[in-house]
């Protein structure tokens, strides 16, 4: 279509009274009243009238995006519209124009009539403060840039370390970074604090604009989405941040689950995904649970984010850990200088440390600066007297009560139950599956968690952690229960 407006007042419909407005205001009303106020605000407010021929209603909006929108989503509606309130009205119009070209038609049509040659009375259009232009406002420099948060240049695939507990959304990620055509829609990413979510959204981010620059990618955190979502309705500049949220060829948000209440901003997310996805847009998210767990979210929004491949980060295990630090001591041993780290405090760190991964690289980092500083070696005992408080921490942060009560909950038995020598399966199984958890998940010993459950000996202990090690592999719903009550405790 024409992106501008020419229009012959010789082939208009002369207004009779008030007639067309009256039929303009009743169109509407009409679309308010099936579509709601926040659709009909977002997308209609800035429509106006144009000019009307026989069977024929030509309509304007500020900018081509909006244009597009109606007709794709809209013009079904909009002509039903208007052939309810005129029945001879069978099609309609959208062009692009400004305001200034609206306003000078009306000039043109007052001159017409002042001269004798019509009584043409002009169109009422919205004032022009109704019509953002992103393209020259200077009250919301916001919307001059990208919008786009700074991606860290540390965080590629390639210093990505994958183990069991997540393989699968480093393959995911991988997937949607190399793919030149969308391969599932939405991904979804989600674990705990610390596990690497972050990492990999930035790696993803990296890897598609290395292989494309052409790509528009926007990658931002739902904090900062609710922040310019709230800005742009302050300013008055909805639409330059549609502009921009909706034609970018891939957006990322991190952390969504803290829109959690912000009804707003998910009404804003909720249109913004489906245009994305509409359009065949990548869009990539990440949270801390999975899509039907997240709290305070809107169900429809929890069903969307549902609709492409969701993938878990689990908590790490013990080789991960170790396998996370051996790669960042390779990293520090290239630098000049380089504090040497032995094997020994390495395995203590991973052993010790099991919170998340952000906790251990800061450790390991700790360490390093302080053999640095004061030109002390890296050993265990210094280790441990430079990392107390955050060693209490770990310990303090997951306690075998702590297993032994989540797990009887979750399998609805007693606490007692659980510490008893009974030795049904129903009993038994959850037994086991709480001193697999209490030896990945605390750092004690053996012997301790046996004494724990009833004053059993280690090699029952023993047994309980190999069982469900291989229960995990042929059983889905022992794995299943293992990690939900392995973020359940995290959490």
Do not use: C
């Amino acid at each position: 279509m024409s992106e501008q407006v020419v229009v012959n007042t010789s082939e208009q419909i002369p207004f009779q009274g008030t007639d067309l407005d009256e039929q303009w205001t009743s169109v509407k009303t009409r679309l308010r009243q099936e579509l709601g106020d926040a659709t009909y605000n977002s997308w209609f407010g800035h429509l106006a009238m144009v000019s009307m021929e026989p069977g024929r209603v030509t309509l304007s909006v500020p900018t081509k995006f909006i244009r597009d929108w109606l007709e794709t989503h809209y013009s079904t509606q909009i002509r039903k519209a208007w052939a309810g309130v005129d029945p001879s009205v069978e099609r309609v119009d959208i062009l692009v124009t400004e305001i200034r070209t609206l306003e000078a038609r009306n000039n043109d049509a007052r001159a017409n009539g002042a001269n004798g040659k019509g009584s043409v009375r002009p169109v009422s259009a919205a004032p022009a403060k109704s019509f953002p232009n992103p393209a020259i406002r200077t009250g919301n420099k916001e919307f001059d840039r990208s919008g786009s948060s700074p991606l860290d240049p540390r965080y590629t695939f390639d210093n990505f370390v994958v183990g069991k507990s997540n393989e699968l959304a480093h393959a995911a990620a991988r997937r949607v970074a190399e793919a030149d055509n969308v391969p599932f829609n939405p991904l979804f990413l989600y674990g705990s604090v610390g596990l690497g979510k972050t990492h990999l959204m930035h790696a993803i981010a990296q890897e598609i604009t290395r292989r494309d620059p052409s790509r528009k990618v926007l990658y931002l955190s739902a904090d900062q989405f609710m922040y310019q979502f709230i800005r742009a309705v302050r300013y008055k500049d909805t639409m330059a941040f549609k502009q921009k949220f909706r034609t970018v060829d891939v957006l990322m948000v991190d952390d969504v689950q803290f829109i959690s209440g912000k009804e707003s901003t998910q009404e804003e997310f909720f249109h913004t995904f489906n245009a994305l996805i509409d359009h065949n847009r990548q869009v990539i998210i990440s949270a801390d649970r999975s899509p039907s767990d997240l709290e305070g979210i809107e169900e429809r929004i929890r069903s969307r984010l549902g609709w492409g491949l969701s993938a878990d980060i689990h908590a790490t295990d013990y080789e991960l850990r170790l396998g996370i630090l051996q790669s960042k001591a390779e990293l520090l041993a290239r630098k000049p200088g380089a504090v040497h780290l032995p094997e020994k405090v390495l395995e203590f760190l991973a052993h010790k440390i099991v919170s998340n991964v952000r906790e251990l690289e800061g450790g390991l980092n700790r360490v390093v600066a302080y053999a640095d500083l004061v030109g002390r070696p890296v050993s265990l005992e210094m280790a441990q007297d430079v990392l107390s408080d955050l060693l209490r921490a770990n310990e303090r942060r997951i306690t075998i009560d702590d297993i032994q009560r989540r797990v009887a909950e979750y399998y609805n038995l007693r606490l007692a139950d659980l510490l008893s020598a009974r030795r049904a399966r129903v009993v038994a199984r959850p037994r086991q599956v709480a001193m697999y958890l209490s030896k990945q998940l605390t750092t004690r010993s053996l012997p301790e968690i046996g004494r724990k459950f009833g004053g059993r000996d280690h090699t029952t202990v023993m047994h309980a952690v190999r069982r469900i090690e291989e229960l995990q592999l042929a059983d889905t719903t022992i794995r299943e229960d293992v990690d939900m009550l392995s973020r359940m405790l995290e959490n």
